[in-house]
Structure formats: C-alpha cells, structure tokens
C-alpha cells in the first residue's frame, strides 16, 4: 500500500504515515461529492451559512490543535499558525454574511417584460492546494464554493495530511452533510483520472508554474473551467523619500514570514539609488537578529523550510546566482545538524539574467535591487515573467499610488505587506495564472452566470 509520509521538517523524523486510497476509491468519492450537490444547491443561502458560522466555530475552538498540526507537518511557526486559523474563521464567517448579496440577481433593463442575471451553482470543483498555508488556502477555496452551492473534492499536498483530515473531519463536525467536502489522499500521478471524470466540473490550483500548466492543460482538454494562482517573485519599490526603518522592517517581515514560503511574499527589493546603501545596511542588521530556530518556541521568528528537498534547491539557486555575479550579503549556507533549516540570507547588487532576480526563490532569502530612479525601478519591477503580488514603499503616498498603478501586478499594496483579504480579489496575471479567489469576483469563478429573459 502507498503512503503519505509526514516528516518533520524541524527534526527530520517521521511523525505520521496515511494510506492513499486507490483510483477507484477516489471515484467513488467523486460520485458521492455530485450526488450531495444535487441536494445542497436546493438549501437557502441561509440554510448554507447556518453550517459556515459552525464551522467557524470549529476553527476557533480547534486553534491550537490544528495550529500544532500545521507546525509538525510543515514547520510554520506556532504563532503564525495560530494566525492562520483565525484567518480561516474570518473568511467563513465573511462568506455566510455575504454570499447572498454578492450572488443576488441582477437586473438588466431590456425590452423584455423582465430580464436579469442570476448565479448559479455548476457541481463539483476539484482542488489541488499546496503545503504552505495547509489550512488558510484550502478554506479559501472550499468557502466560497460550497456557500456559492458547490461541493469541493480536496487533493492536498502530501506531507500536510493530517490537515487535509483535519479539515475533512472539521466540516463534518460543523454539520455539513457527507460529501459537501470531501478530502482525497491521492497521489499527482492520480490527479490526471479524476480531473477527467465527468462528475468534476472545474478545477482550481495553488502551486507552482509547472504543476499549473499540467493541470490545466488536462482541464483544458476536457472543457473544464480553472483557476490557477501560481508562483510569484513580487517587486517592492522603496523611493527615495521612504522611511527606512518602517521599509526595512517591512522587508524582514515580508521575507520571513511563512519561513519565506509565501506565493505573495515580498521577495526582490527594487532601491533607488541614493538610499540603497543606507536601505542594504539596516535590512541585513534586522535579518541578521531575526532568530531562526525551533517553530514550536514562542520567540522564534522563522523555523524551517517545509521539506529537505526545498532547502537545497534554494541553496543551488544562491549559489548560481553568486556564480552570475550576485553579491552575498548575508547567510547562503546550510547549517549544521538536523531539520531543514535555512538562514536569512540576502543577495545584492541583482540584475536582470540572474537565478534570484529571475526566478521565484521559496524560502528566507532576499534578492536587492538598485535602480538609477523611479522610472527605472518600475521597469525593473516589470521584468519579471510573474505578476501576483507587488509594493511601493514610500513617504508621499500619492506618489506610492501612481507608481503602484504602474506595477504589473495582481495586487500592488503601498506602505503593507501584500496580504490576502476577503473583500479583495486575490490572483496573477503572466505565469502567475488566472482567475480570481476571495471578495464577489472570486465566488463567481465558479457559477453558472445565466441570463434570464421574460417577454
């Protein structure tokens, strides 16, 4: 029998091990989420949100619980975990106090006696989701849905199974019938055979630009609607009338929080010129303080990354963009002794053709940029094959907007963080994907949105 293996990433010992279920198993699933489809799109928006504040509930009174699964299974530290499932318990209740207003008819004036638009549920939506957030970035997909009146099958990332259950076992708790959400512990290999079965409806992604266009090349061949929020390497622009104290702090966070595992983490630091010096200094002090160490300590401010794999990867990518002439500032070494741990580390002097201004780097290290001026730094913020997240940090925040509406970019924050908010819609463009989660446009990605006309 297959198994998923959870390792430990801050010890590197196996804590867990859950039996993948077969294909055929997995199909019976499928049936089972089509089948409670028909009979939940009958329940009222009221009906629905009843089940939802429940489950907000679950995620409250489960915090720690869950807080300490995520830890052991990915290395998130504990207060950032804790974080997540308040987060979690804000978007269910967000979505049973919204759902019906965002989905109410419209009404279209025509020659028509009476004509309106009106969003409807379509049956089953797969989601494949990544380890980073195993909680957060499920519920993200599963509220909207199943509120919207959809049921979810879940493929989640291996080595977070236990939330994968948690979750599954969380809606049931707060009173959602079988097969509302359903988690299925299946392998990638596995995922090709139930995206093609014909109870599956659409398919939405979290993950990276390879795993993305595997998947919606399959949906694609098979008509099926996707959404895809894939990686990201976003900009932040500090202009020269910034406070840098407010900028590098902002930059240490940004870069490790999550353990520097975060899609719209702040990752190349685009500098003007007459500050990149004095901006270089205070980052690395403030990266250099940030206490690596066990997840499970209060006072630890990043732990390790999720997996040993993960870890050298992104030691080959500072080391080949050393090669390419990037400057070593700080970290860029693998630290003796047990779990996958990395430090901050930080690469300067960065241009374009070079691993850490090109490519996405997933863990505690921060590519800096120097540009001659504004114009300049726009254009190298734009250089980029990814567009989900992006930032301007600034003293004149009606500078930081016109620069902000100039960032090619799902999302351009000025003076905070990127973050991910219910009322806002959240997703990429170029190889960040498509599509929009969270707010009224992400929870009509999934609806049939049907023109109604009455002569």
Known sequence: MDYAEIIDPATGEKVAQYARISDETALEKVQQANSAFKLWKENSYEERAAMMYK???????????????????????????????????????????????????????????????????????????????????????????????????????????????ALEKAFSQAGFPKGIFTNLNIGSKQVKKIIEDENIVAVTLTGSDPAGRSVASIAGQNLKKTVMELGGSDAYIILDDADLEKATDLATYGRLQNNGQTCIAAKRFIVLDAIYDDFLHRFTEKMKKAKMGKPTDEDTYYGPMARHDLRDEIHEQVQKTISQGGRLVLGGNIPEGKGAYYPATILADLKPGMEAFDVELFGPVASVIKAKNEAHAIELANNSQYGLGSGVITGNTERGEKVALQLEAGSSFVNKLVVSDPRLP??????????????????????????????
């Open 55 to 165: 489950l907000a509930e679950v995620m409250e009174e489960k915090k720690e619980e869950y807080a300490k699964l995520a830890t052991q299974e990915m290395g998130k530290t504990i207060g950032q975990a804790r974080k997540e499932l308040e987060k979690c318990a804000l978007i269910c209740r967000y979505y049973a106090d919204n759902t019906k207003k965002l989905l109410a008819n419209e009404k279209v004036e025509t020659e028509a006696a009476k004509s309106y638009v009106t969003f409807q549920p379509i049956g089953v939506i797969l989601a494949v989701m990544p380890w980073n957030f195993p909680f957060y970035q499920v519920i993200r997909f599963a509220v909207p849905a199943i509120m919207a009146g959809n049921t979810g099958v879940l493929k989640h990332a291996s080595n977070v199974q236990g939330c994968a259950e």
């Open 426 to 455: 959240f997703g990429g463009i170029k190889n960040s994907g498509y599509g929009r989660e969270l707010s009224g446009y992400g929870i009509r990605e999934f609806v049939n949105t049907k023109s109604v006309w009455i002569d």
